[in-house]
């Protein structure tokens, strides 16, 4: 019997919480009853910075509920180092952690198999998204497009794996060491090399509120998954300005030839157009290098990714 952890991340999750804790209270009663799970297993929410009432109900949730935990994080520090804080808080206790978005959009029955998985011998279970009907259209295909590119820039990553994923505690450990500031635990688990499996995850509607990706959280973390991992890009604009430079030889060479034959024409259209061309891909370059460098700053200033403000604990726990 292991004692599980899940860490499910909330921004302003008001409207989701009592439900979302309604149902992975009835899960763990029946992996109680079932004996795959200890009675003191938890399920720890990790408040991140929300300016509505989720505090207060996870407060609230926590004196009613034996399962329930909570960290109260001083700020908004994002979703992947909300669940970096939870995992590295509940790596004190649990045997296994998993991780679910407090919206409860993944299976619940995924989790389970994950667990089959770990008494397998599986120190890592990825939930993998196998049908997304409920996603939006637009986001599903900018979800696998994006999968794609980040295959193609050479990062290893899971097809359709988001952030359900079951980790055991040696897991937790490993990932405890990687020091980096720019945090993207897709990238990052499969690093740790530990054997893996993965179980089907049939995602559904939210069960309450909105979404809390925009387009522009969505496209930070893109970037951030092919910068954090690969310096691909850096060197496919190095190519590009080498190929614009014996492209541009050819180009001298043409002029010379028309100037010498006579046939040079007053070519205003072409001059702009490669202007306009050639300035794109230039600012491009020192764009994606510019990333880079970002980066370099982040991670020199070794700042924390999240400070802890509050912990609500199942009695007994103690965090040394
Ligand atoms: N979340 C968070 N901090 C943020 C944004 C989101 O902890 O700054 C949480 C949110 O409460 C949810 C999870 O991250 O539990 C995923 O967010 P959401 O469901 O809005 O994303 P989607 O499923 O639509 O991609
Ligand atoms: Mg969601």
């Not at 590295?88 to 667990?115: G, K, N």
């Not at 180009?251 to 030839?257: A, E, L, M, R, S």
Request: glycine share 8%.
């Amino acid at each position: 019997m292991i004692r599980l952890a899940t860490v499910s991340p909330c921004y302003n999750e008001e409207e989701a919480l009592t439900t979302s804790v309604q149902r992975l209270t009835a899960l763990f009663d029946n992996l109680v009853a079932d004996q795959q799970i200890t009675p003191d297993s938890m399920m720890l929410f990790v408040n991140d910075g929300s300016t509505d009432r989720s505090w207060s109900i996870i407060e609230q949730l926590q004196q009613s509920n034996h399962y329930v935990c909570g960290i109260n994080l001083s700020r908004n520090s994002g979703h992947q180092n909300a669940i970096m804080a939870g995992m590295m808080t509940a790596r004190h206790w649990a045997d296994a952690v998993i991780t679910i978005d407090a919206d409860l959009q993944d299976d619940l029955a995924a989790i389970p198999l994950m667990l089959q998985e770990l008494a397998a011998g599986n120190e890592v279970v990825y939930g993998v998204k196998v049908s997304r009907t409920a996603d939006p259209l637009l986001k599903r295909l900018s979800a696998e497009a994006f999968y794609h590119l980040q295959r193609s820039m050479g990062v290893d990553s899971v097809f359709n794996h988001a952030d359900f994923r079951l980790l055991s505690r040696r897991a937790l450990d490993m990932l405890a060491q990687y020091g980096e500031s720019n945090i993207y635990l897709r990238g990052l688990i499969p690093l740790l090399g530990l054997p893996s499996a993965t179980v089907d995850d049939v995602i559904s509607e939210r069960t309450a509120g909105k979404s809390k990706y925009n387009i522009s959280r969505m496209m930070g973390l893109a970037l951030d998954g092919i910068t954090s991992f690969s310096i691909k890009p850096l060197y496919i604009i190095t190519y590009t300005g080498m190929l614009f430079l014996f492209v541009s030889v050819l180009i001298g060479i043409y002029v010379i030839h028309a100037l010498i034959a006579g046939t040079a024409v007053p070519g205003w259209a072409s001059l702009i157009l490669s202007i306009w061309l050639v300035g794109g891909f230039v600012l491009i370059g020192i764009g994606v290098a510019g990333i880079y460098i970002g980066k370099i700053y982040n991670e020199v200033k070794r700042r924390p990714l999240y400070h802890i403000k509050d912990l609500l604990l199942q009695d007994g726990n103690k965090l040394d």
